[in-house]
Each structure stands twice: as structure tokens, then as C-alpha cells.
């Protein structure tokens, strides 16, 4: 067969009688793993015509590279090249090195040994001389030779860290520094790099400056008092006082702290004030300036103008001294009297060794602090939680008493009910009945009265939610009433108002059965005693309900159409928690307008007829409607 494609011409040639061309499989698979295996039959089951090679064959040519196809193997690159001013950076060569420098201008010193650092930086080779900088020493110090490359000969070469040692001199620009040591960087440098170290030698000391270390002479003045050896002898030596000055005994007087400080070089006293923070003066460092204090004057010194002339030795028969200041004594200066009743450690020793008097023990001036004055809470006016009118004690700006927020978290929305009546001796007020609602994430009590048709009392919220005190308890610490005081039989007391507690809730019994502990044994006995008294006539009460009321009997069998018509429709358990939202009374009433609200946010079918016509019998007065009866239809 010939076929011509793009100008070629291509014969085919197959043979008719081949008719299978599938290859072998190659592909298999060994404790789940894939495995490859060599075919054993060519193409439509034909023998292979190749040559059977051993397993050293193989191993050869799976490892002998095809140069025709991939041609040469490439090298490999050279490494990258890295300068010298970064593989060298910050890297530097420390030597201690001194040179000597002739003084020939003084008769004391000759010559003069002066301490260097030689710096050699390896990223360029460059070195710098510093001289550490001595205080006072009148010779400009710090760098000597800036940093670059210095020349070791006239041909122009530059010193290497190869020619630098320990122990060896060089010279630069005319001076030749001794190198005694190194750091231990460069030691290690150096010998890592195949350079044999000296041995390190002392560095030279400037004869100058160990003659000016040694103490200086003492010269002997003829004259026991001089002012001059008093200034020399007693220069920068202060004793120091602490003094208080009591001014409680004048009206709006305080105690207020002092520093006395005597200068013994001239004799002068100063005395600083003591600023403690927010103590609202102004901060004026000193009371007095630094003066000599007359301590007796002349008789005809009265008269002296001191306001114009400086009082002199003419007017004053005795000046203050040291020894008129003693701890434990008071000193009068300038018409204040101050108590001193500590010093220094330096004026203790000066006192010891100059009059012998070697106890000086610290007064303590400190005030006792009057007891704190108790804090008593007025007494309770009756409005409110006492809580919240102690409030108003602690803080100008009262906040609300702390609330115990994780109780508030477990106990959310748990209400325990109880249906209550009033005992009173009022006849019109035996019939009436209450419904206690006691939430346990607050402690707080509400109590709701059903209106009854024909009665003349209005029912709804009788109380408020509040906390009840129980009587007989203090105003200090008023005991409230808790979950235990409430039982079957139980008398409970609210604002002088007693109700006897005749019935539970479901979800009450629960929690009394839940929690045990918390009641009493005669709580739960008569909780036990009413439940057996519930169930045993429950069938006749019901049958007795029917006939005595027919609204009723007319309800519950509308409840039992409307179950049986929305049979199929899931279970809404979900129906009463979306009113008691609402409900915060737990009255089982809600407005009109919350009630169709709440069906259409959860798709309750209002237009039907039979839930319009429970609509009309659940509804209670013009606004109001009882959900309870309502979502019973909708419950299995």
C-alpha cells in the first residue's frame, strides 16, 4: 500500500493473516506494591527474538551512560568566589605594643613609656595605632595612626600580618613600637595559619607614673590652728545630719524633714529640705544657704543691722560647732528648733575619733499611725437590695455590686416553678393562687398571679424579680431565700405576706431529684408523698375535668385534630423555648403581636382553619395569648 503524505511517499506493508497485536503485561503488583516485571512474549503472543543477558549485563548497562543521547558529562562548577572584604569582615588582629619617647624639658622625667593597641584588619590589610586614653595625664591621646597600609621599607612594601609577632619591633613613620602580647583571637589566627608564636613579654611600665602612685610627703605645721591647714586638711569632708521640725503645736503646723550638713573646712552650715513625692510644695532645694551660724551674740547686738551688714566676729561671742550638734539633742537655728535624730556612718566615726563619743543610736521620730477607723454601714431604708445601697458607702460614684458570672453561665435561663396560695384571713383572698418562679442564675424570685374570670381580684405580676430576705434575719447579713426552702408544704414569707407552696413543675422535680443534697430530708418527703397523691387518681380527675368543664373538653379534642393532621411535620420541641424568650415573667402569656411574630419566624401555618380556631380559645383578654396550650398541639 502506498500513501503520500506532505509530498512523501510511504509504503505500508501488513500481513493479513496477524490478527492479534496486544503486548504482555509488564505491570503487577506484590504485597500491595507495585512491580515490574520483562515481558516474556512479544507482540500477539510471538516469541521474543532477543538475546538472554545475565544479571552483570544488566547491572552494566543500567549503569553505563549513553553519550550519544546526553553526550559528555558537564563538570562540575567551581565554587563560588568569595572577596576578602567578606570572608574577612569585622575580622581584626590585636597587638598591646609600647614605645618610648624622650622628655627633654623636664628635670624629673627623661624619657616617657607610652601603651599602644595596634589594630591589623584583614579585609584590606590595613593597620591603625590607638593610644588608650589616661585621665589628667596633659598628653593628646586616642588615635595615633590612622587606619591604612604602612609601608615597612623605602621599596614601597606594606606591612603583613604574616611579619606581624610577639616579641618583635616595627617601625612606623619613625617610630619603633615594641609588640609584647596579643589577644586570643589572634593567637589563634596566627597558629592556625602555620605561624609560630614568641613568648609573651611584660608590658613597660612609665617610671613617671609609678613615682606619681607613691604617697605624697607630709609636711608639719608650726601652728596648732591654721586656716589654711583646716581648708587642706578637712576639704570635701561634711558631717551630715537628719533633723525633724515639729510645728504640729501652730495651727495647719506639720513635721517636716531636714538635712543639716557641717562643712568642717570653714565651718559653715547648711540645711536642705526633704521633698517627698506629691507632697504639694514647691521644690526649693534649701532652707538656709550654706553660712556660719552665730550660736551667742553680744549684748549690744540687738540693734545690729543684720538685714544690711554681715554679722562679724565683733558681734558674736560663740559661733556654732561641731560639737553642738549630738543626736538626740536639739539645736535652735534661726528661731526653729530642729531634732536630730540620726547621722552618717562618716559622722559617727568623725564623733568617735574627734570627742570619743562612740553611740550615736538612730531615734525613731516615726508616728504611730492611728488605728484605722471601721467602716460601718448605715442602716437599710428598706428600698432596694442591700447590695446595691452599700454601693453607695464605698464609692462617690456607685457601681454595681460583682456578680457571680459563672453561675450566671450554668444557670441561664433555669427557672424552677411552684404554685403557691396565700394565707391570709381575708376570705376573698383564700382562692387565690400564685405562681413562685425562682431563677437560679440570679436568686431572684418572681411571683405571677393567673387572672381568674368573675373573681374581682386582676391578676398578673404580683412580684417583681428580687431577692426575698428570710425572716428573723439580720440587716448586716440578710439570708436569702435558695432553692432548698422550697418544697411541698413549705411556708414562704415575702414582704409579710406568707404562701404555702402546694404544687411543682416538672423540671423542679428534677432538680430536686438531681440535686438531693440541698434539701432537707422533710422536703423530700413531702415532695415524694405529694407525687404518689398525683398519680394515682390521675384518670379520674381527667375524666371529672371533661364533664365539669366543656371548654375544655372542646380544647384537647381540637389538640388531638391538629396533632393527627400535622403528623408527618417534624417534632417542634423547639416551640415553647422560642416564647419563654419572650415569657421573662414565665406566665405563660404572651402579646399578640410576639405570638404571630414567633409563628412565622418558625413556620407555623396560622392561616389554616383548625390553628386559627386554637388561636381563638388559647387567646386570653384582647392582647394576650396562652402559649401552652398552643404548643401542645405541635408536641408528640
Known sequence: ?????????????????????????????????????????????????????????????????????????????????????????????????????????????????????????????????????????????????????????????????????????????????????????????????????????????????????????????????????????????????????????????????????YYLMDDTIEIREVHEQNDGRDPFPLLMNRQRMPKVLMKNSK????????????????????????????????????????????????????????????????????????????????????????????ALIPKPPKKDIVKMLMNDNKVLRYLASLESPIPEDKGRRFVFSYFLATDMISIFEPPVRNSGIIGGKYLGRTKVVKPHSSVENPIYYGPGDFFIGAVIEVFGHRFIIHDIDDYALKYMESNAAQYSPEALSSTQNHIRKREAPASELENKQTEVDPGVQELEALIDTIQKQLKDLPCRDNICEAFQVYDKEASGYVDKEVFFKTCGSLNIPVDDSLIKELIRMCRHGEDKINYYNFVRAFSN
Open 303 to 394: 540693734t545690729f543691722p543684720q538685714c544690711v551688714l554681715e554679722i562679724s566676729d565683733q558681734e558674736v561671742l560663740e559661733w556654732y560647732t561641731a560639737k553642738d550638734f549630738i543626736v538626740g539633742k536639739p539645736v535652735t537655728i534661726l528661731g526653729r528648733t530642729f531634732f536630730i535624730y540620726d547621722c552618717d556612718p562618716f559622722t559617727r566615726k568623725y564623733y568617735e575619733e574627734k570627742f570619743g563619743i562612740s553611740d550615736l543610736p538612730r531615734i525613731d521620730v516615726s508616728k504611730k499611725e492611728p488605728p484605722p477607723v471601721k467602716q460601718e454601714l448605715p442602716p437599710y431604708n428598706g428600698f432596694g437590695l442591700v447590695e446595691d445601697s452599700a454601693q453607695n458607702c464605698f
Open 1 to 261: 500500500m502506498m500513501l503520500t503524505i506532505y509530498g512523501l511517499v510511504i509504503y505500508v506493508c501488513y500481513y493479513v493473516e496477524k490478527t492479534a497485536f496486544h503486548r504482555s503485561q509488564t505491570l503487577g503488583y506484590r504485597n500491595g506494591y507495585a512491580v515490574t516485571r520483562r515481558p516474556t512474549a512479544g507482540l500477539g503472543g510471538d516469541r521474543l527474538q532477543v538475546n538472554q543477558l545475565s544479571q552483570a549485563d544488566l547491572d552494566e548497562l543500567a549503569s553505563k551512560a549513553s553519550l550519544l543521547t546526553y553526550g559528555q558529562p558537564k563538570q562540575a562548577p567551581p565554587p563560588d568566589f568569595i572577596p576578602a572584604h567578606v570572608a574577612f569582615d569585622k575580622k581584626v588582629l590585636k597587638f598591646d605594643a609600647y614605645f618610648q619617647e624622650d622628655v627633654p624639658m623636664s628635670t624629673e622625667e627623661h624619657y616617657r613609656v607610652r601603651q599602644v593597641n595596634i589594630y591589623y584588619y584583614l579585609e584590606d590589610d590595613s593597620m591603625s595605632v590607638v593610644e588608650p586614653v589616661v585621665e589628667n595625664s596633659g598628653i593628646p591621646q586616642g588615635k595615633l595612626v590612622r587606619r591604612q597600609r604602612l609601608a615597612k621599607n623605602d621599596r614601597g612594601d606594606h606591612y603583613h600580618w604574616k611579619d606581624l609577632n610577639r616579641g618583635i619591633n616595627i617601625t612606623i613613620y619613625g617610630k619603633t613600637f615594641r609588640i609584647v602580647e596579643c589577644d586570643r583571637f589572634t593567637q589563634v589566627f596566627l597558629e592556625s595559619q602555620g605561624i609560630e608564636l614568641n613568648p609573651p613579654e611584660t608590658m613597660a611600665l612609665d617610671p613617671y607614673t609609678e613615682l606619681r602612685k607613691q604617697p605624697l610627703r607630709k609636711y608639719v605645721t608650726p601652728s596648732d590652728f591654721d586656716q589654711l591647714k583646716q581648708f587642706l586638711a578637712f576639704d570635701k569632708q561634711v558631717l551630715r545630719f537628719y533633723a525633724i521640725w515639729d510645728d504640729t503645736d501652730s495651727m495647719f503646723g506639720e513635721c517636716r524633714n531636714y538635712i543639716i550638713h
